[in-house]
Every structure is written in structure tokens, then in C-alpha cells.
């Protein structure tokens, strides 16, 4: 009985292949295109909205990494305005440089400032910001902010009475910079800013360079060596709020995190995906404008589709009256329309993809889209493309089968003369 | 043996019903060749239908080989249009896109007869009815004789115990018409194929062996040729 049952269904499956490979070989040539062609429509429209979302994300990553957080950072143990510092710096960095995966380390200190800039017409205007001392040498190993300055140069490990600001405080007459507003709006390299320290120590500065990230929280970050804070905040000689790692890229951080932490156990550890706060929220934002996107695309794929199928299977209604007239059991017409389907769909998603990596992209890349952090590139990977590929295939087997499981159901004499 | 009894087909639109067919009772020996003739609008082509399991009676019985078939359900009596009966169309009813060879051959593929080609009986049933060279011929490329009987080749490949043909010489010629029902005979005769088929044409009584005559739904009684 079960085997005789097997027998059946391969018996069906038989028929619907056959049926739905001469369907498709006999169809109009116009109508299989059309078809094919809005197919492929739908398709890109499923991978260029996601494939743009997961390039600003991807954009916003690396900038993140590249010039903000890296993909590590420690800290010192407590709290970190009640001035805990990770001590022993350069043991600590030449240790973790040894360990495989690290590709850079540098340290930072960060202390709390206010900048203040006198310009031109005699305006004062002050901004409260974090400066950090830093290793400049080892800075460009980790950072990229070296790669984004607008104005000047960068610092040199053994600059005193220089600093350098993000765009983002010093405004450099670029009105169009986010912040500009509460920026000291008219700062250009050269130009001397005051600082005043949060012990109240106040010295002034010439600006060295100006960069501009793209990354408004790195923008709003100002840089000095790591020689001028120790000559400012007495007794920071080898110390260090947070040092920055940057990472191999096929880097384990979990293996890594428990090797620093055998050199050093008084620091606690961020990875990058814990610094991305704004990114995070952006990226969350992301997911649901994705989300809402690809529930209208399938509904309009699922339309469109079902419109195809349905005007087809009404042209074809008397087709599958005789079919079932002469005892082709209705599993195999509808499988055969559901063969069809799959095989227009997949046409369409392979075209789609084609044309998505060997047209679109190419063609993005050479005209990208421009985001506050910068280009932004079209990135399709591959868990969005199969999840892209689930989709459209599950919605056009849907679309198929419920017009043909409409004809099915209709008396057979119905079906052959109306 | 197919046996009809008290058949009877009520066709509803609102309030209005028509009775097709009405009380029909009647059996058909095997390896009889029965016609049932009639006026138009008389119920033939209705009482075809039900016989060929391609509608259902409002009540009544239809007993092929002692078996009650007109209330079994949709997935059984497409297994006994499949495997045991045969139907033939007044508009052949081929599908466009086989060619005739895969018409005839469709149906053999859903068949779960084991250890036979039926790729192979479908070129021999056309090779029976005339049809080797056109084997590979769409529907459209055949004329309405040479369609018809690719339809009869279509419904002896599952070897029925019953054709049934509705009016299936109505859409040809003089010529083409003698071939078509010449091929029933010969069919009847020679491999005792129970044949029942639809005609409004006088002439073809010479064909059967038994007469159904329908008035309005009614078999008129002691009909005989």
C-alpha cells in the first residue's frame, strides 16, 4: 500500500516534470520573457534596497573600526573619571603585539577639556570635548585618521604645543559639517586654540591639522601627544586610560581577549560591536526599514507573480479540464504549474544576480552613494542572498499554487467548456 | 457490464431548474457497441458525462463490473477514468502543446501498470489509426479527422473496459467520419471494447448493436434498431 503510494507520487511527479518542461518549451516566447523579465525586477529590487543597507552598515562598521573604536579596546579596571589608569603600558603593548592575530596596539589618555578660539571679529567661542594623548607612530598602525585630514598634518610623536582637532570642533568654516553650529565654527591649521584642562591648568595650542572621519564621534575628538600630556598631568609616564588593538583579520578576539588578560587582569575589554552605539541603533533602524521593504517587495512579488499564474491558468483552464478528464490526477497539474514557477523564478534570481554583480555593483562602485561617514558600496552577502532567494522562491510557489488549486477544484466539465 | 439506474441530472441556476436527465435507467452488456441518439438539448451528451465520470448524477446509480461509481470521491474516479474507461470529445480535446505522440502517450504516464511501454503502445495505437507519419504532428498541424483519432488512440491507451464518444464525428467530413467510427467498430469487434457513443445522425445506428433513445431527458422505451 505505501509502496504503491511512492509509486503514485513518482508516477505524478513524472507527468508534472514532463507537462511543465513542454509548458515552458511550447510557451510563448513574448509571455516567458515578460515573465522572466519581471522576475528578474522583482529580484533586484529584493538585493539592491538590502545590499545598500548592508553597505552603509558595512561603511559605518569600518569606519568605526578604522577610526574610532579598533576592534578592542581596554581599559582599566573601575571607574574611568576617578582617574584609573592601566599601568606598565609599553610591557603590556609589546606583550600583546607578540600575540598571533594582533596586527597593532597603541594607548590612549583621555582627559576631559574645554577649547576655546578667539577669531577674527574677536568672537570667543568655547566648546567642552575629550583630547587624548597619543602615541601618534602607533596611532596610524591602528587608526586611519591619519588618511582624513582636511587641513595641516598629523602629529609627530615628538610634537609639543600642538594639537589636532575633528572638523566637528573646529568647524573650519565648512557650514555643512553636522555640528557646526556649536563647532568653534572658524578654526583653520595654524591657528592658536586655548585649552583648559579639567584640573583648570590652561595653555594654548597651535592647531597642526584638521580631520575630517566622516564619524561624528571621532570628529569630536582633538589629539596630543602622548609627550604633551605627560608634560600637562604629571605621573602619567606609562600609563594609559584604554589601549586600542587592531585585529587580523580572521583574528579570534575571544582567544585574544583571554591572552591579554593573563599579562594583565586588572582590564576589562570592549570589542568593536560594543562601542558601535550609534552605529547599533542605526544598524536596528536598518533592520526594521529592511524588514518592512521585504514584506512589501514579496507582497508585490506574490502579485505579481499570482497575476502571471492566474492569467496563464485561465488560458490554459481548458488545457487542465482535458488533463483532468483523461485521469492526471490534480497533485500533478498543480506540481507542474508549482516546476514552472520555480524554474521562471529561478531564471529570474540567477539573471538578477548576474546582473546584480557583474552590472550594478561594478557600476555603484564607480559612482558610489555618499554618506555623512562616506561611499558607501552595494554589499550583498550571502546569507542576504539566500534568505533573498527563500523568499521570492517561497512567495512564487505560493502565487503559483493558488490559482491553480482554484482551476483544480472547479467541476472538470466547468473547466473545459466554461 | 455497466449498468444505469434511475439516473437522474437537475441543472440549478436560482430558482429555475432544468432536468436534464430524468429517471434513466438502462444497462450495457460488455462488448456491446450502444448508441444513444437523440434530438438536441435531449440529454445525451449529459448522460455521456456521467457515464464517463466527468459529472455527477443529482441521484441514481452507475455500476461498472458490480462496483457503484457515480458518489465515489474525486481522487478515486480519476484513478477509473485513468485506468479503466475512455473518452472521446466531439472537439477531440488534445492538448496544444504535446505533439500527438505524447497526447496518446500522457496518460500511460500516470499509469501503474507494470511491464508495459506504453511510449511504445502510443506509437503502435497511432500506427493502428493511420497516424505513424504524423507522430510527431502538433494538434494544430493535423486536420479534424486525423485529431479525432488521435483522441481514439489517446483513449485506448489505458486498454478501457468502456469508450465513450460524444458525437465525436460531428466536427468532420463524410470521409474522416467513416474512418473515425470504422476505427469503433473494428475496435468493438476485434478487441471487444465496450463502446457507447453519442450521435444526432440517423446513419450512424448501421454502428451499434444497441439503441438509447433520449426525449427530454427521458429514455423512450423499446427503442430498438
Known amino acids: ?418 | 457490464m455497466l449498468e444505469i439506474h434511475n439516473l437522474t441530472k437537475i441543472y440549478r441556476t436560482g430558482s429555475v431548474e432544468f432536468r436534464a436527465l430524468d429517471d434513466v435507467s438502462f444497462t450495457v452488456p460488455t462488448g456491446d457497441m450502444v448508441c444513444i441518439m437523440g434530438k438536441s438539448g435531449s440529454g445525451k451528451s449529459t448522460l455521456l458525462r456521467q457515464l464517463g465520470l466527468l459529472d455527477r448524477p443529482t441521484s441514481g446509480e452507475i455500476i461498472l463490473d458490480d462496483i457503484s461509481v457515480a458518489k465515489l470521491s474525486d481522487d478515486i474516479t480519476s484513478t477509473l477514468r485513468l485506468e479503466r474507461l475512455g473518452y472521446i470529445f466531439q472537439e477531440y480535446a488534445l492538448l496544444a502543446e504535446l505533439t500527438a505522440h505524447e497526447n496518446v502517450f500522457l496518460p500511460g504516464m500516470m499509469l501503474s501498470n507494470e511491464g508495459i511501454d506504453y511510449e511504445k503502445r502510443a506509437k503502435d495505437l497511432l500506427e493502428m489509426v493511420g497516424l505513424k507519419e504524423k507522430m510527431h504532428h502538433y494538434p494544430k498541424e493535423l486536420s479534424g479527422g486525423q485529431q479525432q483519432r488521435v483522441a481514439i488512440a489517446r483513449a485506448l491507451i489505458n486498454n478501457p473496459q468502456v469508450i465513450f464518444a460524444d458525437e465525436a464525428c460531428a466536427n468532420l467530413d463524410t470521409i474522416s467520419s467513416k474512418l473515425v467510427m470504422d476505427t469503433l467498430v473494428n475496435l468493438n469487434k476485434d478487441m471487444k471494447v465496450t463502446i457507447v457513443f453519442v450521435s444526432h445522425d440517423p446513419d450512424d445506428k448501421q454502428y451499434a448493436r444497441n439503441l438509447v433513445v433520449l426525449s427530454d431527458g427521458k429514455l423512450m422505451p423499446d427503442e430498438q434498431l
Not at chain 1, 71 to 86: P, R
Not at chain 1, 206 to 229: H, M, N, P, S
Not at chain 1, 277 to 290: A, D, E, P, R, Y
Not at chain 1, 362 to 388: M, Q
Request: charged share 20%; glycine share 6%; proline share 2%.
Open chain 1, 1 to 418: 500500500m505505501k509502496n504503491q503510494r511512492i509509486r503514485n507520487v513518482v508516477k505524478s511527479l513524472k507527468v508534472a516534470v514532463f507537462l511543465a518542461y513542454k509548458g515552458i518549451v511550447r510557451a510563448n516566447i513574448g509571455v516567458t520573457l515578460l515573465t522572466i523579465f519581471i522576475l528578474i525586477l522583482v529580484a533586484l529590487n529584493l538585493m539592491f534596497v538590502p545590499g545598500l543597507i548592508n553597505g552603509i552598515v558595512a561603511s559605518a562598521n569600518d569606519k568605526l573600526i578604522n577610526t574610532y573604536s579598533s576592534h578592542l579596546v581596554i581599559e582599566a579596571q573601575g571607574i574611568k573619571d576617578q582617574g584609573y589608569k592601566i599601568t606598565h603600558v609599553k610591557n603590556l603593548m609589546t606583550a600583546i603585539q607578540s600575540i598571533n592575530g594582533v596586527e597593532a596596539v597603541t594607548a590612549r589618555n583621555a582627559v576631559g577639556t574645554n577649547i576655546s578660539f578667539k577669531d577674527k571679529s574677536n568672537d570667543d567661542r568655547k566648546i567642552n570635548c575629550m583630547t587624548y594623548g597619543i602615541m601618534p607612530e602607533q596611532e596610524m598602525k591602528v587608526f586611519e585618521v591619519s588618511d582624513w585630514l582636511v587641513e595641516g598634518s598629523y602629529l609627530d610623536d615628538r610634537d609639543r604645543d600642538k594639537i589636532l582637532l575633528g572638523i566637528q570642533l573646529a568647524g573650519t568654516d565648512q557650514t555643512n559639517v553636522e555640528l557646526y553650529s556649536h563647532s568653534l565654527r572658524h578654526v583653520h591649521a595654524g591657528d592658536k586654540v586655548t585649552i583648559t584642562y579639567n584640573s583648570g591648568y590652561v595653555k594654548q595650542y597651535t592647531v597642526k591639522g584638521i580631520f575630517r572621519t566622516g564619524f561624528i564621534q571621532t570628529d569630536l575628538q582633538a589629539f596630543i601627544t602622548q609627550l604633551e600630556y605627560e608634560s600637562i598631568i604629571p605621573g602619567t609616564h606609562d600609563t594609559a586610560t584604554e589601549l586600542h588593538v587592531r585585529l587580523d583579520k580572521d583574528a579570534d578576539p575571544l582567544e585574544i581577549m583571554r591572552r591579554i588578560a593573563m599579562f594583565n587582569s586588572d582590564v576589562d575589554f570592549q570589542t568593536w560591536q560594543e562601542n558601535a552605539g550609534i552605529v547599533n541603533s542605526m544598524t536596528t533602524s536598518f533592520q526594521l526599514i529592511n524588514g518592512i521593504l521585504d514584506v512589501v517587495n514579496a507582497l508585490v512579488a506574490g502579485i505579481t507573480i499570482f497575476i502571471i499564474t492566474y492569467v496563464d491558468v485561465i488560458n490554459k483552464r481548458r488545457q487542465i479540464g482535458i488533463q483532468r478528464a483523461i485521469g492526471i490526477k490534480n497533485n500533478a497539474i498543480i506540481f507542474a504549474y508549482l516546476l514552472r514557477a520555480l524554474c521562471y523564478v529561478i531564471v529570474g534570481l540567477v539573471v538578477a544576480r548576474l546582473l546584480f554583480r557583474f552590472a550594478i555593483v561594478p557600476f555603484e562602485a564607480s559612482h558610489p552613494f555618499y554618506f555623512p561617514f562616506g561611499a558607501v558600496y552595494l554589499a550583498l552577502e550571502i546569507p542576504l542572498l539566500v534568505r533573498t532567494t527563500v523568499l521570492l522562491v517561497i512567495v512564487s510557489l505560493v502565487a503559483a499554487f493558488i490559482p491553480v488549486m482554484l482551476i483544480t477544484r472547479i467541476k472538470i466539465l466547468d473547466a473545459i467548456w466554461g
